[in-house]
């Protein structure tokens, strides 16, 4: 299990192992989890602030990601008094710089390989022994 995974309980009471970005609940299940109305993550959908999933049939499925965003779009409202374009722009900007982040692992990881293939042998290993004649 890596930090894009977690363990879900559905309404039957099993457990199973999901991706955080995976689309498994339905808005009324959202909803509830976010602490909100239906009607305000509709609002949220149209306006592009958390963009769901959709289901064969058209409708919306959220992921965990999904309900978290939810919650930090309704804290930044509530308790910071963001207002909804000022919020979607920080979440974009957020959405930025974690690109660019994985971006900087990526080409740091990439860097240390090369240096290390390119690096000259070290002066600090202890050289062999030799006998000395008497």
Known sequence: MDARTRFVVAMSGATRLVRDDEPIYVISVAAEMAGMHPQTLRQYDRL???SPGRAGGGSRRYSVRDVEMLREVQRLSQEEGVNLA?????????AELDAVRAQLDELSAEFAVLAARLAPPSLDR????RMLDR
């Open 86 to 94: 000022g919020i979607k722009r920080i979440l974009e900007l957020e």
């Open 48 to 50: 592009g602030l958390v």
């Open 126 to 129: 202890p050289r062999p022994h």
